[in-house]
């Protein structure tokens, strides 16, 4: 299991906690989303002194200050996992950038948006995250078929976990059969597990021996059909050509319910070949206390028959699982509207504490 710090800031950047986290606790990635940057950017004065010369250089458009402060936090962290990117040949040291989420249900703008950010961010350890909606399916086949790594997230379903698989092979395939490489292109599928427990125990009874289990469960399926998939002659055909897997990324796995242990959602999921990525608390107290001794298992005929007992409960995981990917979207939809008025409330202020004549300068007429 690789472990990925589910944060990014300037703070963290600029303090070296970075670096010490990447030193200390074996932290080889970093994933970061519009809720994480909110709470960077709106939450630290780190950022003025860029927020200063963007204004001077007349640059007023919200999301232009917003990818041009956290784009410069993405390559400062591809930087400094770099080393790790070089050691593991590829395979791991990268940092996600997520696309803006107002694009959630528009592919064509998706795809145009994840290649002028790949550009600009011009790191080969970086990954585009793309929500996994129909829009966002399309999107991911067709930016892997252009060459760039991309981090499919907020997937629920097993479904949509298969849909993410299949575009993401039918992207290699496209860019294989054109005639261009597909050596070096990274993908890796951010599967959600504690949100699920959160949304389905309310519903079970107190004493349920469903409680506290249907996450995991739900994951060790996503994972048994990862190795299946990922064992097959399609994808034989692909590796040979030096084609990567789509890794498992085990994503929310900090716990919602305090009567659960606090890293339950990473040691119960340790296994070959899967990432988990962890807010800073948890990461601490995996550090502090938790178990690899045991591997989540391949065989999912258990896990099976723990989601097949919802019905008999009167739960639809179909439906509840569409649901939490809807409101994930909707979720970061509101963080990143919450972005874009802070920063907006920012610059006012900048601009309150300059005199006169370089206010004009900074705002222009």
Same mark, same amino acid.
């Given at each position: 299991?690789?472990?990925?710090?589910?944060?990014?800031?300037?703070?963290?950047?600029?303090?070296?906690?970075?670096?010490?986290?990447?030193?200390?606790?074996?932290?080889?990635?970093?994933?970061?989303?519009?809720?994480?940057?909110?709470?960077?950017?709106?939450?630290?004065?780190?950022?003025?002194?860029?927020? $200063?010369?963007?204004?001077?250089?007349?640059?007023?458009?919200?999301?232009?200050?917003?990818?041009?402060?956290?784009?410069?936090?993405?390559?400062?962290?591809?930087?400094?996992?770099?080393?790790?990117?070089?050691?593991?040949?590829?395979?791991?040291?990268?940092?996600?950038?997520?696309?803006?989420?107002?694009?959630?249900?528009?592919?064509?703008?998706?795809?145009?948006?994840?290649?002028?950010?790949?550009?600009?961010?011009?790191?080969?350890?970086?990954?585009?995250?793309?929500?996994?909606?129909?829009?966002?399916?399309?999107?991911?086949?067709?930016?892997?078929?252009?060459?760039?790594?991309?981090?499919?997230?907020?997937?629920?379903?097993?479904?949509?976990?298969? $849909?993410?698989?299949?575009?993401?092979?039918?992207?290699?395939?496209?860019?294989?059969?054109?005639?261009?490489?597909?050596?070096?292109?990274?993908?890796?599928?951010?599967?959600?597990?504690?949100?699920?427990?959160?949304?389905?125990?309310? $519903?079970?009874?107190?004493?349920?021996?469903?409680?506290?289990?249907?996450?995991?469960?739900?994951?060790?399926?996503?994972?048994?059909?990862?190795?299946?998939?990922?064992?097959?002659?399609?994808?034989?055909?692909?590796?040979?050509?030096?084609?990567?897997?789509?890794?498992?990324?085990?994503?929310?796995?900090?716990?919602?319910?305090?009567?659960?242990?606090?890293?339950?959602?990473?040691?119960?999921?340790?296994?070959?070949?899967?990432?988990?990525?962890?807010?800073?608390?948890?990461?601490?107290?995996?550090?502090?206390?938790?178990?690899?001794?045991?591997?989540?298992?391949?065989?999912?005929?258990?896990?099976?028959?723990?989601?097949?007992?919802?019905?008999?409960?009167?739960?639809?995981?179909?439906?509840?699982?569409?649901?939490?990917?809807?409101?994930?979207?909707?979720?970061?939809?509101?963080?990143?509207?919450?972005?874009?008025?802070?920063?907006?409330?920012?610059?006012?202020?900048?601009?309150?504490?300059?005199?006169?004549?370089?206010?004009?300068?900074?705002?222009?007429?």
């Amino acid at each position: 299991m690789c472990v990925w710090l589910d944060d990014l800031s300037r703070e963290l950047l600029e303090s070296g906690e970075f670096r010490r986290l990447i030193q200390g606790f074996a932290v080889t990635g970093a994933t970061s989303n519009p809720t994480i940057f909110a709470k960077a950017i709106t939450g630290s004065d780190r950022y003025d002194d860029q927020l $200063q010369t963007l204004l001077a250089s007349g640059t007023r458009d919200r999301q232009e200050i917003f990818f041009a402060l956290a784009l410069e936090d993405v390559r400062r962290a591809a930087d400094l996992l770099h080393p790790i990117y070089q050691v593991s040949e590829g395979w791991d040291g990268y940092v996600s950038f997520e696309c803006t989420p107002d694009l959630a249900d528009d592919a064509q703008s998706t795809v145009e948006q994840a290649v002028v950010v790949w550009d600009r961010l011009d790191r080969p350890n970086v990954m585009i995250k793309v929500a996994a909606t129909d829009a966002g399916i399309e999107a991911i086949e067709e930016l892997t078929a252009r060459g760039v790594n991309v981090n499919v997230t907020l997937l629920f379903s097993l479904s949509r976990y298969e $849909q993410a698989i299949g575009a993401y092979l039918d992207g290699l395939e496209r860019r294989a059969a054109s005639g261009q490489p597909i050596a070096g292109i990274t993908s890796v599928a951010s599967f959600f597990v504690s949100r699920v427990d959160a949304a389905v125990d309310p $519903q079970l009874a107190p004493g349920s021996a469903l409680r506290g289990r249907i996450a995991i469960a739900n994951a060790q399926r996503a994972y048994a059909r990862y190795l299946a998939t990922f064992g097959t002659s399609r994808w034989r055909r692909l590796e040979a050509l030096g084609a990567r897997p789509q890794r498992p990324l085990w994503a929310s796995v900090a716990t919602k319910d305090d009567s659960y242990s606090d890293v339950r959602y990473v040691q119960e999921l340790v296994a070959p070949h899967v990432i988990s990525t962890m807010p800073l608390k948890t990461l601490r107290a995996f550090g502090s206390h938790g178990d690899i001794g045991s591997s989540l298992g391949s065989d999912a005929r258990v896990a099976e028959g723990l989601i097949h007992q919802l019905a008999a409960v009167g739960i639809d995981f179909v439906s509840l699982t569409d649901a939490l990917e809807r409101q994930g979207v909707e979720a970061f939809r509101d963080s990143y509207r919450q972005l874009l008025s802070s920063i907006e409330e920012r610059i006012a202020s900048l601009s309150a504490e300059v005199p006169g004549e370089l206010v004009a300068q900074r705002v222009g007429p």
